[in-house]
């Protein structure tokens, strides 16, 4: 059930961020199935390598289901070398593929018209996909209402005492879906600016708390 003061301090947050940092345009991609490589493809790696392996897979022509189904996971990961691991990724995207081709017979949509929480489970069985890699295939992919949670929401949110610092992704994911309602747009652009701040402002290591916008908010 929603808690009104808390729906309140998170809406103060993510008006501070957006005045802070503006709309973030998430996720980069022209077409669900980029979108759905680069959660994998993002995995342990900084954004601009995703970027260098996705530009290859287009270079190749390959960035289709049918394409991406088609070649090997050899030569699939050659083309995603920049963005690391890339044989562990390729052979996730292959796994995801596979899952794809079976159960909705090649199509995006015909996957993303499955209810949420069904189709999250069913990716939570693709190996290679976890909690995070699944919510930002089915937010910023499918846009359905589901909170992202990484690393960085864990430390901004725990260091203002909104979760515990060992809170796992449940705890964290349900602080948002419990108190701002199913709000996909909402969803969206939260996760993207606390992304951001992050990386810019809310360092593991340093925090830039005096230039922070949100450093006055606490947990009431
Ligand atoms: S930088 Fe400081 S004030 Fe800002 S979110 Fe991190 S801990 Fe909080």
């Known amino acids: ?26 996720w980069p991609g022209d077409t669900k199935i980029e979108i759905i490589l680069g959660a994998i493809l993002t995995q342990n790696t900084a954004w601009a390598n995703v970027e260098k392996a996705i530009k290859n897979i287009k ?52 996957m993303f018209g499955s209810r949420l929480y069904k189709l999250r489970e069913e990716l939570l069985a693709v190996k290679g996909i976890g909690r995070e890699t699944a919510d930002s295939i089915l937010l910023y992919a499918g846009n359905k209402p ?38 996909k747009g909402l969803f969206n652009e939260f996760h993207a600016l606390i992304v951001e701040l992050g990386k810019s402002v809310c360092k593991s290591k340093k925090p830039l708390c005096s230039m922070c916008p949100i450093r006055r908010i606490r947990r009431k």
Do not use: C
């Not at 059930?1 to 998430?26: E, T």
């Open 1 to 26: 059930m929603k808690d009104k003061r808390l729906n309140r301090s998170l809406l103060r947050i993510y008006n501070l961020l957006y005045a802070r940092f503006g709309p973030r345009h998430w």
């Open 59 to 110: 270079r190749a022509k390959i960035l289709s289901v049918s394409r991406l189904s088609g070649i090997s996971e050899k030569k699939l990961a050659r083309l995603i070398r920049p963005s690391g691991y890339y044989n562990i990724k390729a052979n996730r995207i292959k796994n995801f593929l596979r899952f794809l081709n079976t159960r909705y017979g090649g199509s995006v949509d015909k």
């Open 146 to 183: 589901v909170f992202v949670v990484d690393a960085y929401t864990k430390r901004v949110f725990s260091r203002h005492g909104f979760i515990n610092e060992d809170a796992d992704y449940e705890e964290a994911q349900s602080l948002f879906m419990d108190n701002l309602g199913k709000d």
